[in-house]
């Protein structure tokens, strides 16, 4: 899929302004703090409505109005989508082809955006949240069915932690919740297990494809439960973990806690893995997603100031492999040659 036009008013530091795109390579540069980030947000931001900066949709909305309004214009297997969304006094607002969309679900059927930023080279490094967070989002896009499966998860887990703060225990409403709790978490076992197991694969073959790096890699999915006989082996956790959940009055072990590595020839590269090791194995855990996606419903890249930080000879490899990319939006404060490019220069 592309993204033919894009249309914003009063979305970060653009009062209104209009752009075209092409298929392969959008090359977007200009000044430091010119708008060059907030244009690639304003594209990403089609894709389940959600920035890849900042969950306070409000710091989203220009300076000197209380609404924005973004409107798109998308191309995905030869059929035409004009999309608008807006916010305004908190009320979010989608259209497609005229017709108002209420689920977020319905247009991530539509639009499918990955983006790197420079904070995604600490992905490794970071919080296990931020790979969860990682996990859920990019499964989002793939399979939309997932969303309940973490919602019907959430209440449960706030349902038991709630049970484990009030004064008398209900055992019997406990261990109900706990059954359903284990059911919901093999489904999401199951899934994310699936999706470790594509990306391993994938995130070798990348290596190799754009790195020319004949490596081992290593996709480890950490997680508390590994069990052929899954949901019971969960109650038993549950059972045996209670008393201290009592005392902390939370749950303390389950799948809101999983996690993976990513480990080259044995050596965890979150742990150890140098500042340049990193930003590659974050990069190519995001192209992976792309090369994993179904040929009819490939992703828009967004690389937001990749190339200034790789050498001369894996920025060469890297705008190889992306010649072959659908469309992909390159952000930088200055103007490389690149060959088959589509060049937007921004300035104030």
Do not use: W
């Not at 033919?4 to 302004?17: A, G, H, Q």
């Not at 983006?115 to 896009?141: A, G, Y």
């Not at 990306?199 to 950490?222: G, P, Q, T, W």
């Not at 000879?313 to 190889?320: C, T």
Request: glycine share 4%.
């Amino acid at each position: 899929m592309i993204i033919k036009s894009l249309k914003l008013v009063n979305f970060r530091n653009y009062s209104l302004s209009n752009f075209t795109f092409d298929r392969g390579i959008n090359f977007i540069y200009g000044d430091n703090a010119i708008g060059k980030t907030n244009l690639v947000e304003g594209i990403y931001y089609f894709s389940l409505t959600r920035s890849f900066r900042t969950n306070t949709e409000s710091l989203l909305i220009n300076k000197n109005a209380s609404s924005f309004y973004l409107e798109g214009v998308f191309i995905k297997e030869n059929k035409k989508y004009n999309i608008n969304i807006s916010l305004a006094s908190n009320v979010k607002k989608i259209g497609v082809n005229g017709r108002n969309v209420k689920k977020v679900s319905d247009l991530s059927k539509i639009v499918n955006v990955i983006s790197f930023i420079p904070s995604d080279v600490n992905l490794l490094k970071d919080t296990p949240k931020k790979r969860r967070d990682f996990l859920n989002t990019t499964i989002l896009k793939n399979n939309p069915s997932y969303l309940k499966l973490l919602n019907d998860y959430e209440y449960l887990i706030k349902e038991r932690n709630s049970l484990l703060k009030s004064e008398s225990l209900d055992f019997n409403l406990i261990n109900i919740i706990n059954f359903k709790l284990a059911s919901v978490s093999y489904e999401i076992y199951k899934i994310r297990d699936k999706f470790i197991n594509k990306i391993r694969e994938s995130v070798e073959a990348l290596y190799k494809e754009i790195f020319n790096k004949d490596i081992n890699v290593k996709v480890d999915y950490l997680t508390f439960n590994t069990s052929s006989d899954y949901v019971n082996k969960c109650l038993k956790i549950y059972e045996e973990n209670m008393d201290n959940d009592l005392k902390l009055g939370y749950t303390s072990t389950g799948i809101q806690k999983d996690d993976f590595s990513l480990k080259i020839d044995g050596k965890d590269i979150g742990k150890f893995g140098s500042q340049g090791e990193n930003r590659i194995a974050a990069l190519i855990l995001k192209l992976s997603i792309y090369e994993l996606s179904e040929i009819n419903n490939k992703p828009i890249l967004i690389l937001d100031d990749i190339l200034s930080e790789l050498d001369k000879n894996n920025e060469s490899l890297l705008l190889k492999y992306l010649n072959k990319v659908e469309q992909v939006f390159i952000t930088s404060t200055k103007k490389y040659d690149i060959e088959n490019c589509h060049y937007c220069y921004l300035t104030k």
